[in-house]
C-alpha cells in the first residue's frame, strides 16, 4: 500500500503507448492496483490510470461519488479495468469541464462520446461489460486515454476554455453543464 507521486504534463511517460497485461491475478497487478487505488484516493480523483503513476500497463481505476472535484457529477461505481477497450455506441458527442491529476490546478472543455459500451478484465480475470452515458463514459475516455499517450488538452477544440480553475470559475468548482439529450 502505497500513495504514489503523479507525474505531470510534460513527463514522456504520459505520451507512451502503454502494454497490455499479459498475466491477470498475479501479486505484481494486485499491487499496482493497491498504489493506484492509495493514489486516487488520497488526491480526490475520480479516476487514475497506472502511466500517471509511472507503470506503462493498460490498467485504469474509475470511481466517484460525491467528488469535490466534480460536484454534482453522477456517481461512477468504483472499478479497476485491465486492458479496456471502447465501443463508442453513436456520434453524440458530449461537452464538459474535465482536469486530471496530471494537469494539476487546470480544466478544458473537452468533446467525448455521449454513449459507449466498455469492455475489461477485472484485475482477478472477470469480464466487465458494460454500457454507460454521460460522466461515467467520461471518466472510462479519459483514463484509456491515458493508455495511449493521450491527455485530455490534446482533445479540446476551443482553447479559449482552458485555463487554471482560479480564473476560469473564480476559485468554485466547474459548474454543472448538463449533458446533451442523446
Ligand atoms: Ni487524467
Known sequence: MAVKKILRIGDETLLKMAQPVAKLAT????????????????????????PQIGVSLRVVIIGSNDNPRYPQREPV????????????LNEVIAEDWEGCLSVPKMRGWVPRYQH????????????IDREVQGFHARVVQHECDHLDGILYPQRIRDMSRFGYEEELFKGGPPPRIEDPPA
Not at 459500451?117 to 477485472?122: G, K, S
Open 27 to 50: 501479486p505484481e497487478l494486485y499491487a499496482l492496483v493497491q498504489d493506484l487505488f492509495d493514489t486516487m484516493q488520497a488526491a480526490d480523483g475520480a479516476g487514475l490510470a497506472a
Open 116 to 127: 459507449i459500451r466498455y469492455r475489461a478484465h477485472t484485475p482477478s480475470g472477470e469480464l
Open 77 to 88: 461505481p468504483t472499478t479497476v479495468l485491465v486492458n479496456p477497450k471502447i465501443i463508442p
